[in-house]
């Protein structure tokens, strides 16, 4: 997800305005002279023609020019998004370690199908800091169990939440030598990043 590109969005009488369209997995968001939020579930007939990718949702047939870029936007607007279970990578059959106590039952369903390992002996490791001692422990934790590969760590997100976020998380994971290389919403107040060594060079 995350696919945007500038388009010219075709109205009623051929009326056109020009718009940036950003696709998430909850569905289009259209900014620019014109404004609109379409949900996921919402469109359907999508289909591309002379560079103009069009689709139905309530009712409305929406119609936008994208040049070059249509039939690939028109693959992204009928491709299911990735669980969350694919964005951690643990959807084909991959061992997963959790350190600390899920905060959401999302978590809980995509993790549920990965078998639980110690870290040291997991494809997949997955922290929750809920405190900034929780979130200063880590990287000490990290070269006790001998982890090597990527690491999610879930943090707060938002005014909502009282966990670390994702500039603190950041700042402890840097200085310890690990660097961000993904993010992936989790639900609510809650966000997750993925984090990477820095191999020497």
Same mark, same amino acid.
């Given at each position: ?16 305005? =020009? /718009?940036?369209?950003? %696709?998430?997995?909850?569905? *289009? ?6 404004? +609109?939020? $379409? !949900? ?56 997963? =370690? /959790?350190?600390?106590? %899920?905060?959401?039952?999302? *978590? ?6 990965? +078998?639980? $390992? !110690? ?56 200085? =310890? ?19 990477? !060594?820095?191999?020497?060079?």
């Amino acid at each position: 997800m995350g696919r945007q590109a500038k388009a010219t969005w075709i109205g009623e009488h051929g009326r056109a305005a =020009a /718009v940036t369209l950003h %696709l998430e997995a909850a569905g *289009l968001q259209i900014s620019g002279e014109r404004r +609109a939020q $379409v !949900p996921r579930s919402a469109w359907s007939e999508v289909e591309a023609a002379d560079g103009v990718v069009s689709f139905v949702a309530d009712g409305e047939t929406y119609r936008f020019r994208l040049g070059s870029t249509a039939a690939a936007w028109v693959r992204a607007l009928t491709t299911p998004p990735p669980t969350l279970a694919e964005k951690l990578g643990v959807a084909k059959g991959e061992t997963v =370690a /959790v350190r600390g106590d %899920l905060p959401l039952p999302e *978590l809980d369903d995509a993790l549920a199908g990965a +078998a639980r $390992v !110690p870290p040291w002996e997991s494809d997949v490791v997955v922290v929750v800091v809920r405190s900034d001692d929780e979130l200063d422990a880590l990287p000490v934790w990290f070269r006790e169990c001998g982890i090597g590969t990527h690491v999610w760590v879930v943090h707060g997100k938002g005014r909502e939440s009282t966990a670390p976020g994702d500039n603190a998380v950041r700042a402890v994971m840097r200085s =310890a030598g690990w660097r961000d290389t993904k993010v992936s919403a989790v639900g609510g107040p809650w966000s997750a990043t993925r984090y990477s !060594p820095v191999r020497a060079s």
